[in-house]
């Protein structure tokens, strides 16, 4: 700071303000930054000055982004519909889906199956949620992805396996209320696609959960899982 | 504390969903409140390209922090405006100086200009008490304030701009702060 620094006695400076404000830049800003980091006391004189001025921000007139900010916060988020991406990226999409990583059970064929359900989506749809079933013993059993624009649902058995002769497997979703609404019977054990009721998929959310029950041959005769649980996992956002 | 408005309780309650990972809470909140924030980051940034980027920054670090919001002090749209602010404030470069976006005497107080679609009760009763605790101070205290919040202006960049010495100026945003403070705590 040099001497013109000094103004006539208006006491200590407001740094907090000054801070807050954006008066001062370089090490200075910096030196202000880990302060706020580590004095409470100054931390909670900042928050008074961001909450008290940030009504000036009201006159600041609203301008729409260009789309591409939010295809790039995807991607640096890793949430990127990979459509959108180059091939070149779709490792780091891979990898950077945390969950994808346990599914070491999944056939390269099916976890490809898996990315084309993601791969065709819409950019405008809601992103789609996925569910890794685990079954009984602790081993990932199915994976789950549902589209919720369009409503579809598809099942990627981890290692095939039939339900018992006369029974099917049937699929529910369990809401966060605890009731097991079904989403449809499969014999298949081979990749399954299904589709589900736009009411049904707005309740889709990730307090919900699916599960694998076996069932006679025609599903459930009433309606809630009757059979035992082969396989559950909760849905996802991805 | 006062009863949020609907729309800005709705922004509130995406930030706890973002802060447990719920990834569509994040898009919606970004299809709520982009356009404003871009409109912040423009003011601040010298360069659109740079806007771009603070905004990318704002959302990535908007995602990884929800969990620090905290509704008790400030409206969510505050908090995020707060966030965009500080990305574009340390993008600045030291010691060039910057211009005003318009000249001060052009950019008259809009007192009474309607809140914003996010706005809450609480809001409205602290751009009052901000409005009115400005009204109290001289005006080259009060639009220096102003044009450093708005346009993310430095010390320098305001002396420079209204040609006076950076002590005069100091001077004026100190005293005009401390005035300020004096009256919003009252």
């Known amino acids: 700071m040099g001497p013109e620094d000094h103004d006539d006695g208006a006491g200590a400076p407001p740094l907090a303000a000054e801070f807050v404000l954006g008066l001062v830049h370089g090490e200075e800003r910096e030196t202000l930054k880990r302060r706020a980091a580590d004095d409470h006391a100054f931390a909670a004189e900042v928050g008074f000055w961001e909450s008290r001025l940030g009504a000036l921000g009201d006159e600041i007139q609203p301008q729409t982004p260009p789309a591409h900010v939010w295809t790039r916060i995807q991607q640096e988020l890793g949430t990127v519909p990979v459509g959108a991406l180059r091939t070149r990226d779709r490792a780091g999409l891979w990898n950077s889906l945390a969950f994808w990583r346990g599914l070491s059970l999944v056939t390269s064929s099916l976890a490809a199956a898996g990315i084309g359900a993601v791969l065709f989506l819409q950019p405008a749809a809601p992103p789609p949620m996925v569910a890794v079933l685990n079954t009984t013993d602790g081993r990932s059993g199915f994976m789950v992805s549902v589209d919720r624009g369009s409503g579809r649902v598809m099942l990627m058995p981890a290692v095939p396996g039939e339900a018992p002769p006369e029974h099917v497997h049937e699929l529910w979703m369990i809401g966060a209320d605890g009731r097991a609404r079904s989403l449809g019977t499969f014999a298949s054990s081979g990749p399954v696609a299904m589709s589900i009721p736009q009411g049904m998929m707005r309740d889709a959310d990730e307090s919900s959960a699916i599960a694998i029950s076996v069932e006679p041959s025609g599903g459930s005769p009433t309606g809630a899982p009757t059979g035992p649980v082969v396989a559950q996992g909760n849905l996802r956002s991805i | ?186």
């Open chain 2, 1 to 186: 504390m006062t009863a949020p408005s609907p729309a800005a309780r709705a922004l509130a309650e995406l930030l706890q969903k973002i802060a447990r990972g719920d990834q569509p809470a994040l898009a919606e909140l970004y299809s709520l409140t982009s356009a404003k924030l871009f409109g912040v980051c423009l003011r601040i940034c010298e360069e659109r390209s740079e806007a771009e980027e603070v905004l990318q920054e704002t959302y990535v670090t908007v995602w990884r922090r929800a969990g620090t919001y905290d509704p008790a002090k400030a409206a969510a749209i505050t908090w995020l405006a707060a966030v965009a602010r500080n990305k574009a404030l340390d993008r600045r470069r030291t010691g060039k100086v910057r211009q005003l976006s318009a000249p001060l005497e052009d950019a008259a107080m809009v007192v009474d200009s309607a809140p914003s679609a996010q706005s809450t009760l609480e809001d409205a009763q602290q751009r009052a008490g901000l409005m009115h605790c400005l009204d109290e101070l001289d005006g080259n205290q009060r639009d220096s304030i102003r044009a450093a919040f708005l346009d993310g202006l430095t010390y320098e960049d305001l002396a420079h701009s209204r040609d006076v010495p950076l002590g005069t100026m100091k001077s004026w945003i100190r005293r005009g702060l401390q005035k300020l403070k004096g009256c919003l705590e009252r």
